[in-house]
């Protein structure tokens, strides 16, 4: 697993921190090959 892959994780399960989480999230709203990524994270996390 990859740092990009341990960060998507850490968010999916509620594991970063508050100013983590916050980060990541203004990432996730304006970076769209992030949004991507992440979405095929989440596919592959549940499947």
């Not at 304006?30 to 499947?47: C, D, L, M, P, W």
Request: cysteine-free; aromatic content about 18%; overall charge negative.
């Amino acid at each position: 697993m990859n740092e990009q892959e341990i960060r998507y994780q850490s968010y999916y399960t509620g594991t970063m921190s508050p100013e983590e989480k916050a980060i990541f999230e203004k990432e996730l709203a304006s970076n769209s090959s992030i949004q991507q990524e992440y979405k095929a994270f989440v596919f592959t996390y549940e499947g």
